[in-house]
C-alpha cells in the first residue's frame, strides 16, 4: 500500500481545492479568450455571376476561361524569410559604422534604384500574435489571428479554413515547396513537389537555408511549376540564438542578399517576385507580441512586368501594407478566386502591368477592390447567419456603403470610386477586430463565481481541523462534490458551458451553507504581526490592477520579498517583547541580535538581501521597460565574444558544482548519506554525474560550427541521459525513501559515524525509551540509527537536488548562477523561519506548524523565483530554446515533447516552490537537531532531539501541518489568479488589455494549474516517505523487542 488511509484523504482533498479551482479558472478562459468562428466555405468561380456593380468595361478585364479576373502574371516565387524585419531590408549609405543588421542587403536598394517602376519595397505590418504559426494562418488565409491562437504554434495543425494553396491547386496551378516543414503539416498533399525540413531547432542556423538553397535554382530552372514558395529559417533561428547584433546575423543577411539576387536574374519577365518576412524581432531576438520590431516585417516586389506609379520610390516613406493585404493581391495577380474568410484589402499597385494602358490600369485596380468587396461582403453575411452579432452601428455603416456600390459609382471620378471600396474594406476589418474582442459576460462571472466559492471553501478549510476523527466526512463529500462537478461538463456538447458552470456554483454554495457548521473550530490563529506579511502579500494581488504594476512586477516582487523577510525578522524579536516593557527597546535588540537565534535571523536577513541584489542581474527586459539594458547572461556560450567564454563556462561550471555540494554536504552532516542502501548511493552518485553531463553539454555547446562539426550527433546525449537519471531517481526515491543507516546493537562501539552526535537518534518509539531507561542490561539491544532525525526531508532534498539540476541545464549556463543565488536565498529564508519559529513557540505543535508569515515568503520567492530566471507574463519572453536541449528538432508528427521542456523551463519556479511546500513544515525541526542552540530550552526533551522524527509519532499533526501548508499556499496563488482574472474583466476594453493584462492573466492562469497539480505530488512524497519510516519503525521494534 503506497500511502495510509489518513494521508490519502489529505491528499485528495489538496487535489480537489487544486482541481475545482482549476475549472473556475477554465470557465473564466472560456469566456475571456474567445476564438474566431470558422466558416466552412470556399470562394468558387461562380461567386461573381450575379453581381451587377462591375464597372461598364468589365468585358476587356476578363476572359471566358478565366475564372474572376485574367491573371496579370504567369508565375510567382514567394521568397519568406522568417523574422526578416523591416530595417534589416533598409540601405543607408550614410551609415559609417553598421551593425550586423544594417546595410547588408543592398539588393533591394540597388534594384529600386534602378528600375524604379519595376520594384518597391514596404513595410509589412502583422497582426499579433507574431508567432510562425499564427503568421502562415494570416499570410494564407487572409484572416486575423485571435489572441488565445498563439497557445497553438506548438500544433501544425491542417488548414481547413479557405486559403490561397487551396485555390491555387484547385485552380490547376502546381505549386513547389521548400524549407520549412511546416507547410507540410498545414497543407498535406498539396504540393506538386516538395523539399521540407525539421524547422523547430532554433540553435541549427543554417540545415533549412543551404537545403532550399541547393533546391532553389534547380528549380526555378524546371517549367513544370507555377507557384514556388521557398521558407528560409536561419534569420529568425540566428536571432533567437544569438539576438540581431551579433556577426553570425550578418553573414546570415548577406547570404539571403546573395540567394535574392541569382533568383532575381533567374525568373523570366511574366513572374512575380515576392521577398517578404512573417514578423521581425525585438533586439533580443524574441517575438510572439506586438511591439514595433516584431510586428513591422518587410515586403519586396520586383518584377520586369510590373509598373508601379512612381508616388514615393523611397523605402523610407512608404506607407506600410498590412499582412493579410497579400492574399487578395496574389490571388486576383494570378487569376484565382480570393479565399472565403479573407479580410485583407487588395494591394492596387502590385496588378498594374506594363501592358496596361493608364485607362486600363484604373479600371482593373477599381474592378480587383470591386472582387475583394463583394468577397469580404460574402464572409461577413455569411459569418452573421452563423449566429455572430456585429455592433449596430458599423454593420449600419457598411450597408450603406455596400448600397452605395450597388446603384452605381460610375458617374464618380475613378479616385473618388477607389476610396469607396477603401473606405468599406477598411472599416470591415476593424469591426472584425472589435467582434473578436468581444467577451462573453455571462461566461467571465460564471468563472469568477465559482474560483470565490473555492476560495471561501479553502479558507474554511484552514479554518477548521477537517482532519479530525469526526469531520474526516467532510472530505468525502468534497471529493463527491468534485466529482459531480467535473462529471457536469460532459454534458457540454448539448448544454451551454456557462449554464453548467453556474449549476456547479451553485451545488458547492448549498454544500458550504449546509455543512457550515462544520467549519465552526477555530484552527488558525492570526496574531498581529501576522497581519502585515498578508497585506503585503495581498497587495501582489491587487497590483494587477495596473498596468503599470505588472510592467515592473519583477521589482516590486523582490522588494517585497526582503519587506516579508524584514517583517519576519523583526516580529519574532517584537513577539518576545510583547509582555515586557519596551523601554530600552534598541539596547534590547543589539542583546538580540547578539543571542545565537537573532544571529541566525540576522545573518539570514543580510544573505537574503545580497542574493536579491545580484539576482536582479539576470532580469529579462521588457519591451515596456525602456530603461532595462540587456544583460550577456541569456546570450548562449557560443554567442559570447571568445574572452568572455572560459570566464562564463567555469562561473557556471562552479555554480552547478555548489548546486550538488551543498545538499549533499547538508545531507551528510544529518547523516543520511551513510551505508549502501539502493537510495543513499543514488542520492551519492546520480547528482554529480548529471552535473558533470551538463558541464559536457555546455562545452560541447560552445563549439565553433558545431552543426557540421563530427561531435554534433553527441551534443543531444548529456541531456538525455540527464533526465533518465533525474527521473529514475525521483522514483527510486518515492519507492525506496530511507536514507538512514541501522548500526546493529553489537556494533555499537564503533564509534559515531558522523561529527554531530544530534543526528543518533536512538529512541524510536516510547516502548522503546521506556525499554532503554528501567533496565541497563537490554541496553546493548537498542540499535542506533544515523539520519533518522531528518529521515523525511533528506529524500525531499535529494529529489529537489536533480530537479534543480534539470532547471540549469533547461535555463542555459548564463543563468545557473542566479539559480545558485536563489537556492541561497530560499536556504536563507528557511533559517529566518526556522529561528523565528524556535524563538516563539509554546509547544511542539507551534513547531510542526508553519507560520502564515512563512507561507507568505515562500509565495514571494516562488515569483521572485520566476523573473530572476529570465522570465516574464510575455510570449516573446519564452525560452524557446529550451525544446532542443537533449533534442535537434525531430519529434515525429507531435510536438508534445518541446511543450513539455518550454513549460518546464517557464514554471520551474512554481514546480519547484509547490514540491517543496514539505519543507516549510519540516525545516525547523531538522534545523533544531542539526543546530541545538537552536531550541528553546522551554521545548528541550527527547520528543525534540528525534527531529522529523516526530512526524511519524504523531500522524494526526503531521497530516494537519502539511494540509495546512499546502491548502494556504494554494489559497495565496489562488487569491493572485483570481484578482488578475478579476482585473482582466474590469478592464476588458482597457488599451493595454491585450498587451499587458491578458498575458499576465494567461501566464498566473496556467503557473497556478501547475502549482495546484505539483502540490499535491509533493505532500504525496512526504507522505509516502512518513509511511515507510512508520514500517521501518515497526520494523526495529519486532527486531529488537
Not at 454554495?509 to 496574531?527: C, E, G, H, P, Q
Amino acid at each position: 500500500m503506497v500511502l495510509g488511509v489518513g494521508n490519502c484523504q489529505v491528499f485528495i482533498l489538496i487535489l480537489c481545492i487544486g482541481e475545482l479551482l482549476t475549472v473556475g479558472i477554465l470557465l473564466f478562459s472560456h469566456g475571456f479568450l474567445l476564438t474566431r468562428q470558422v466558416v466552412d466555405k470556399k470562394s468558387t468561380c461562380r461567386d461573381i455571376e450575379d453581381l451587377t456593380s462591375f464597372p461598364k468595361n468589365y468585358s476587356r478585364l476578363k476572359h471566358n476561361d478565366d475564372c474572376w479576373t485574367a491573371p496579370v502574371f504567369k508565375k510567382a516565387v514567394i521568397l519568406l524569410i522568417d523574422a526578416l524585419r523591416y530595417d534589416f531590408a533598409l540601405y543607408n549609405s550614410s551609415i559609417k559604422d553598421p551593425k550586423p543588421y544594417q546595410n547588408k542587403m543592398e539588393v533591394f536598394e540597388s534594384t529600386i534604384g534602378s528600375l524604379p517602376r519595376h520594384a518597391r519595397l514596404y513595410p509589412f505590418v502583422a497582426d499579433p500574435p507574431t508567432t510562425t504559426m499564427q503568421r502562415l494562418k494570416g499570410l494564407t488565409t487572409g484572416s486575423l489571428p485571435t489572441f488565445i491562437d498563439a497557445s497553438q504554434n506548438f500544433a501544425s495543425e491542417e488548414i481547413n479554413e479557405d486559403n490561397i494553396v487551396d485555390q491555387l491547386v484547385g485552380c490547376g496551378k502546381k505549386i513547389t515547396m521548400l524549407g520549412d516543414d511546416t507547410w507540410g503539416g498545414l497543407f498535406p498533399g498539396r504540393f506538386n513537389r516538395s523539399f521540407m525540413y525539421p524547422s523547430f531547432n532554433v540553435m541549427d542556423l543554417h540545415t533549412v537555408d543551404n537545403g532550399v538553397i541547393s533546391h532553389l535554382d534547380e528549380e526555378l530552372a524546371r517549367d513544370d511549376w507555377d507557384v514556388i514558395i521557398a521558407h528560409f529559417l536561419g534569420v529568425d533561428h540566428c536571432g533567437h540564438r544569438y539576438g540581431p547584433d551579433h556577426p553570425e546575423m550578418e553573414e546570415k543577411l548577406l547570404q539571403m542578399n546573395e540567394m535574392i539576387k541569382n533568383v532575381m536574374k533567374t525568373i523570366e519577365d511574366d513572374t512575380l517576385l515576392l521577398v517578404l518576412g512573417d514578423h521581425g524581432m525585438t533586439k533580443t531576438g524574441d517575438h510572439g507580441g506586438d511591439s514595433f520590431d516584431e510586428v513591422t516585417a518587410a515586403l519586396f516586389v520586383f518584377s520586369h512586368s510590373l509598373d508601379i506609379p512612381s508616388r514615393s520610390q523611397h523605402p523610407s516613406q512608404q506607407l506600410p501594407v498590412a499582412q493579410v493585404d497579400l492574399i487578395p493581391t496574389i490571388a486576383l495577380a494570378l487569376g484565382v478566386p480570393i479565399p472565403y474568410s479573407n479580410l485583407g484589402r487588395v494591394i492596387e499597385d502590385l496588378l498594374v502591368t506594363v501592358n496596361h494602358t493608364s485607362e486600363e490600369s484604373a479600371l482593373h485596380q477599381l474592378f480587383s477592390l470591386d472582387l475583394n468587396m463583394h468577397q469580404v461582403a460574402n464572409y461577413l453575411e455569411e459569418y452573421r447567419k452563423q449566429g455572430s452579432e456585429f455592433p449596430d452601428d458599423m454593420w449600419q455603416k457598411l450597408e450603406l456603403l455596400k448600397g452605395k456600390i450597388s446603384e452605381g459609382l460610375h458617374e464618380l471620378p475613378l479616385d473618388k470610386q477607389k476610396q469607396v471600396y477603401v473606405e468599406y474594406l477598411t472599416l470591415a476589418k476593424l469591426m472584425c477586430e472589435e467582434v473578436w474582442a468581444k467577451f462573453s459576460m455571462l461566461g467571465m462571472t460564471s468563472g469568477l463565481l465559482l474560483m470565490a466559492i473555492v476560495i471561501t471553501l479553502a479558507c474554511l478549510v484552514l479554518s477548521s481541523e477537517v482532519m479530525a476523527d469526526e469531520e474526516m466526512f467532510i472530505v468525502n463529500r468534497i471529493f463527491y462534490i468534485t466529482l459531480f462537478i467535473n462529471a457536469l461538463f460532459v454534458f457540454s456538447f448539448y448544454i451551454s458551458v456557462v449554464i453548467l458552470g453556474l449549476v456547479a456554483s451553485l451545488v458547492l454554495a448549498v454544500f458550504l451553507y449546509f455543512y457550515r457548521s462544520r467549519f465552526t473550530n477555530t484552527f488558525v490563529k492570526i496574531d498581529l504581526w501576522e497581519v502585515f506579511p498578508l497585506l503585503i502579500a495581498l497587495s501582489v494581488c491587487l497590483g494587477t490592477f495596473s498596468n503599470s504594476y505588472v510592467i515592473v512586477e519583477n521589482y516590486i516582487a523582490a522588494f517585497l520579498l526582503v519587506s516579508l523577510v524584514t517583517v519576519q525578522v523583526f516580529s519574532s524579536f517584537m513577539k518576545q517583547q510583547k509582555k515586557k516593557s519596551i523601554y530600552g527597546l534598541p539596547n534590547k535588540l543589539v542583546k538580540w541580535a547578539s543571542n545565537y537565534w537573532g544571529l541566525m535571523s540576522i545573518s539570514s536577513l543580510l544573505v537574503v538581501l545580497v542574493c536579491v541584489r545580484i539576482s536582479s542581474l539576470f532580469w529579462k527586459c521588457r519591451e515596456e521597460q525602456p530603461w532595462c539594458v540587456p544583460g550577456q547572461v541569456h546570450t548562449t556560450l557560443a554567442g559570447l565574444p571568445q574572452v568572455m567564454r572560459n570566464w562564463r563556462y567555469f562561473t557556471s561550471i562552479f555554480s552547478v558544482f555548489l548546486l550538488t555540494w551543498l545538499p549533499r554536504h547538508w545531507l551528510m552532516m544529518c547523516g543520511s548519506l551513510n551505508g549502501s542502501k539502493l537510495g543513499v548511493v543514488l542520492v551519492r552518485k546520480i547528482p554529480a554525474i548529471c552535473s558533470i553531463l551538463v558541464a559536457s553539454h555546455w562545452a560541447l555547446q560552445a563549439v565553433p560550427s558545431l552543426q557540421s562539426s563530427p561531435l554534433r550527433m553527441y551534443v543531444v546525449l548529456p541531456p538525455l541521459l540527464t533526465y533518465f537519471f533525474a527521473v529514475f531517481l525521483i522514483a527510486i526515491l518515492f519507492f525506496v525513501p530511507l536514507l538512514v543507516y541501522e548500526v546493529p546493537p553489537i556494533k555499537n562501539d564503533i564509534g559515531p559515524v558522523t561529527e554531530n552526535p544530534y543526528t543518533c537518534i536512538p529512541q524510536l518509539y516510547h516502548s522503546l525509551k521506556a525499554k532503554y531507561s528501567s533496565d541497563n542490561s537490554k541496553r546493548q539491544s537498542i540499535p542506533i540509527v544515523y539520519g533518522l532525525a531528518t529521515a523525511v526531508s533528506a529524500p525531499l532534498v535529494g529529489a529537489l537536488t536533480v530537479l534543480l539540476i534539470v532547471v540549469v541545464l533547461l535555463a542555459g549556463d548564463g543563468v545557473s548562477p542566479g539559480i545558485l543565488l536563489l537556492v541561497g536565498t530560499t536556504v536563507a529564508c528557511l533559517c529566518a523561519q526556522a529561528a523565528s519559529t524556535w524563538m516563539n513557540a509554546e509547544s511542539l505543535e507551534d513547531v510542526m506548524k508553519p507560520s502564515l508569515s512563512s507561507m507568505c515568503v515562500w509565495f514571494m520567492l516562488s515569483l521572485h523565483f520566476f523573473y530572476s530566471t529570465g522570465h516574464h507574463a510575455t510570449f516573446p519572453s519564452l525560452h524557446w530554446s529550451a525544446a532542443f536541449v537533449g533534442f535537434e528538432g525531430q519529434w515525429g508528427s507531435s510536438n508534445i515533447i518541446p511543450a513539455i521542456l518550454v513549460g518546464f523551463n517557464t514554471f520551474s519556479a512554481q514546480i519547484i516552490f509547490a514540491f517543496s511546500i514539505p519543507l516549510l513544515v519540516l525545516c525547523p525541526l531538522s534545523f533544531g537537531v542539526v543546530f541545538p542552540k537552536l531550541r528553546n530550552s522551554r521545548l528541550e526533551g527527547e520528543d525534540t532531539r528525534q527531529g522529523e522524527f516526530l512526524f511519524v509519532d504523531d500522524r494526526k499533526t503531521a497530516a494537519g501541518s502539511l494540509l495546512f501548508a499546502s491548502v494556504f499556499y494554494i489559497l495565496l496563488h489562488a487569491v493572485k489568479v483570481f484578482f488578475s482574472a478579476l482585473s482582466a474583466f474590469i478592464l476588458r476594453r482597457h488599451l493595454m488589455v491585450w498587451k499587458i493584462f491578458a498575458p499576465h492573466f494567461i501566464f498566473d492562469a496556467v503557473s497556478f494549474i501547475v502549482t495546484c497539480f505539483t502540490v499535491p505530488l509533493g505532500v504525496l512524497f512526504t507522505l509516502r516517505v512518513i509511511d515507510v519510516l512508520d514500517m521501518f519503525g515497526v520494523y526495529l521494534r519486532h527486531k529488537y523487542s
